[in-house]
């Protein structure tokens, strides 16, 4: 099981000055979108060039142009694309095929996704790598649950090919890890805490022991 932090609303020098601090205890640094609406894909270059043994995902959530803009991020030495569930199946094809050709994988956000299981089991057979569960930041705050969402999608697919993300803290974690989901994305859940390092190494373990 992985950690994968998004880093959303922060700058860059602020997100190297905590990535510093905790980048050892992470399995993937996420540039988010607000981020890379903001930056572009520089802080994807700047991670990973900083941070080579990290990997980096780039959370551009293609929609169109699937293998163009998959390889710009690619060449910009992102590890990971995301793809949305919702795009034509020749989209996520073209940032597979990119994937292929620079060594990299594919996740397909399954955000507002109506059939969730049926959505992950065609772009399962697309070649993408991982499906994410992604409960949105407009309505983490209403009554939906994304430990639902990820139970309902670990019944068609292998754990290690299933992320789940969207409001994910420190005492939600145990639940994700008892479902056996292969990536855990948390944001606010260490960036917003008081003392980010040790909210890092609280779900670390967790992560790791149970």
Not at 67 to 72: L, S
Not at 132 to 141: G, I, K, L, P
Request: hydrophobic residues 45%.
């Amino acid at each position: 099981m992985k950690l994968q932090l998004a880093l959303d609303t922060l700058s860059l020098d602020v997100s190297i000055e905590l990535l510093d601090k905790i980048v050892e205890d992470l399995d993937i640094i996420e540039v988010g979108t607000p981020f890379i609406i903001e930056d572009g894909l520089l802080p994807v270059r700047t991670f990973k060039a900083r941070y080579p043994d990290s990997v980096v995902l780039a959370d551009v959530k293609i929609m169109d142009a699937g293998y163009y803009e998959a390889e710009k991020c690619f060449k910009a030495g992102a590890d990971i694309v995301t793809v949305l569930g919702a795009a034509h199946d020749e989209t996520i094809s073209g940032a597979v095929q990119a994937a292929k050709e620079y060594d990299g994988k594919v996740m397909v956000d399954l955000i507002n996704v109506a059939d969730l299981t049926e959505r992950a089991l065609q772009v399962e057979k697309l070649g993408v790598d991982y499906c994410c569960v992604h409960t949105a930041f407009d309505v983490q705050s209403a009554t939906v649950n994304p430990l639902a969402e990820l139970e309902l999608i670990l019944k068609v697919l292998s754990p290690a090919k299933v992320a789940v993300a969207g409001g994910l803290k420190l005492n939600t974690i145990p639940k994700v890890v008892s479902l056996g989901a292969e990536i855990v994305v948390v944001g606010g859940g260490i960036i917003n805490q008081s003392d980010p390092v040790k909210a890092t190494k609280e779900i670390k373990d967790i992560i790791k022991h149970g």
